[in-house]
């Protein structure tokens, strides 16, 4: 069974910083990309920033600048550090990663961090 787990939200104000953390565990042979997910009251979910294993890494534009992934594959935890925060980006922000179990790929998700920034 794997798990992806996430903490690190909470309550900022407008223009403040969080850093998102989420481990991976359970039996598996690696993790391929990792992603950063949120999606605002009401909205679909969207993607924020994807990095691979080798630490290449993508933003949605509006992010970028401001957010930076990262991750540590001997903890197999990948963070997403939030500076300047706005309040239209309040949103439960959400891990997924390609699991490598055997030789098949697996998505998985974590069960979602709150970030509420307030104006």
């Known amino acids: 069974q794997v798990q992806l787990a996430e903490s690190g939200g909470g309550l900022v104000q407008a223009g403040g910083s969080l850093r998102l953390s989420c481990v991976a565990s359970g039996n598996f042979a690696r993790i391929n990309a990792m992603d950063w997910y949120r999606q605002p009251p009401g909205k679909k979910r969207e993607l924020v920033a994807t990095i691979t294993s080798g630490s290449s890494s993508k933003y949605t534009d509006s992010v970028k600048g401001r957010f930076t992934i990262s991750r540590d594959n001997a903890k197999n935890t990948v963070y997403l550090q939030m500076n300047t925060l706005k309040p239209e980006e309040t949103a439960v922000y959400f891990c997924?990663?390609?699991?490598?179990?055997?030789?098949?790929?697996?998505?998985?998700w974590g069960q979602g961090t709150q970030v509420t920034v307030s104006s």
């Open positions: 997924h990663g390609e699991v490598v179990i055997r030789s098949s790929t697996y998505s998985y």
